[in-house]
């Protein structure tokens, strides 16, 4: 081989070496993703996107490079869904709001609808839950990678135990903005009244509202136990987590990396429905502590 043709022979082997380093390096970089919550930590949706970050780091190791935020640093609940609809986010739990990316999600908001955990997860693991999936995914750009639990919510009030529907005649009871669970209410009798969470322990203080309806896990956090009578164990709602990525950076992960993401979520809703199963009967008796025993509780 003459001089020339080795050198350009060589000069080729160099090029392609280089070329080859630079296409390995950019495949090597690891997936960014941004993750984010309101609630801080021990509330529900903040367990399981941290269930989620941790499991992820396990599936995918040093190829995996996350920003991780809580306790509404970048803002609250309605925030957080502009965000990861425009890409600024790429995952985030998503409670009762959910309703306002998609209609179709007011049907967590019937009462009675789930008699058990059991039955919660038969229907959002299954097609009901793919076909919720798909409507989000077209509806506001987002992929339902899972359904966790906020959990079974029930009523407080200092008027009277509910025991029956009929007992839920005239009082005044806090509720979420939806139109259907409000609804619901005034058909049980109820005077439903729409107010922000923040808002809810000086209303019941000062005698605003009677009552309201949510999870143990927020009953304890915001102390509303301290100025409630009575804690009747309704489980008139479940309401789940739903967890969503930016549908767009979900399609722009390789194969791999959807099966390692589904893989971790799975793993997520797991832990987060007996994270709620779990809080319940912990929950229950804190509260009877800390009210020592002035909080009248029934089924």
Known sequence: ????????????????????????????????????VESTPGASTQFMLAAFRDALKVEMGDNVDIEYFDSGTLGDEIVHMQQVRTGQLDVIPIGSDAVQLDPKYAVFDIPFLFSSREQVGNVLDGPIGDELDKSMQEAAGLKVLGFGEIGFRHITNNVR??????????????????????????????????????????ALQQGVIDGQENPFG???????????????????????????????????????????????????????????????????????ELSKGKVQFND
Do not use: C
């Open 161 to 202: 135990p509910i025991v029956k529907p009929e007992d839920l005649k005239g009082i005044k009871l806090r509720t979420p903005g939806s139109k259907t669970r409000i609804l619901s209410f005034k058909m049980l009798g109820a005077s439903p009244i729409k107010m922000n969470m923040g808002e809810i322990y000086l």
């Open 1 to 36: 081989m003459k001089i020339t043709n080795r050198r350009s022979f060589f000069g080729g082997l160099v090029a392609l070496s280089l070329g080859l380093a630079t296409i390995a390096g950019v495949h090597a970089q690891p997936l960014k993703l941004r993750l984010s």
């Open 218 to 288: 927020n009953i304890r956090k915001m102390s509303w136990f301290e100025v409630q009578k009575y804690i009747s164990k309704s489980r008139h709602v479940y309401t789940p987590i739903t967890f969503v990525m930016n549908l767009n950076r979900y399609n722009s992960l390789t194969a791999e990396q959807k099966e390692q993401v589904q893989n971790a979520a799975r793993t997520a809703v797991i832990q987060s429905r007996q994270y709620g199963e779990d809080n319940d009967a912990r929950l229950e008796k804190e509260i009877i």
